[in-house]
């Protein structure tokens, strides 16, 4: 990825519950913005958006028609379902610290690969909004998906590593906030979102 965000802030928005209670905020929101799937819906001006796990291809189709931004960057192997001009990523098998290697991302679930990326993009300050790991999603009832509701195993397997990461982020001078106001994630700083509009 190229690295056009040197020390800049970015906001990841992902599909938790709790975005449903910040989404006039998300309306103000200035700067960098990776949108995370569904993300586009609230956001098609986002910088990027992201698509990864489970079905992407299903996901992403009628999604992708509605983006607006840069850059669509996929993580994983190559998918009939998806165009051929997006930028692709690959996952390590480490998922203990973020990925030095521009082409590939750590972290088992979409959100933390997406940290990733925020870093490969040279940000310094990543924000995540919708980060909750509680098994509901912000676009339930409005939006089509596959897994609607996500298994409580899948969450324990996503968080596994995000303290390692933590520490691993802090040592590389990134800050990564969580303005998720009901996520079960605690490894990184809480704030609410009004301090970054």
């Known amino acids: 990825m190229p690295r056009e965000w040197p020390n800049e802030r970015a906001f990841i928005l992902c ?14 929101i200035r700067g960098h913005i990776i949108a995370i799937k569904e993300g586009v819906l609230l956001r098609p001006d986002a910088e990027v958006l992201f698509i990864g796990g489970e079905h992407s291809d299903i996901i992403a189709k009628p999604l992708i028609p509605m983006f ?6 996929a993580r994983g192997k190559s998918n009939p379902g998806l165009p051929s001009n997006i930028k692709r990523v690959s996952r ?28 490969h993009f040279g940000a310094r300050e990543i924000v ?55 996520s079960r994630v ?12």
């Open 68 to 73: 607006r931004g840069k850059y669509i960057v």
């Open 128 to 182: 995540l909004l919708g980060y909750d790991m509680t098994g509901t999603r912000w676009f339930n009832g409005e939006w089509k998906h596959p897994m609607p509701m996500i298994p409580d195993l899948h969450f324990r397997r996503h968080m596994k590593p995000l303290g390692d990461i933590a520490r691993d982020a802090k040592a590389k001078g990134i800050r990564i906030v969580n303005c998720s106001p009901i």
């Open 186 to 197: 605690e490894c990184f700083e809480k704030q609410p979102l009004e301090k970054f509009l």
């Open 15 to 28: 599909g938790g519950e709790s975005i449903r209670a910040q989404r006039e905020q998300i309306k103000q």
């Open 92 to 119: 390590t098998k480490d998922h203990s610290r973020l990925c030095d290697d521009p082409t590939t991302v750590c972290g088992y679930d979409t959100g933390t690969s997406a940290i990733n990326l925020a870093y």
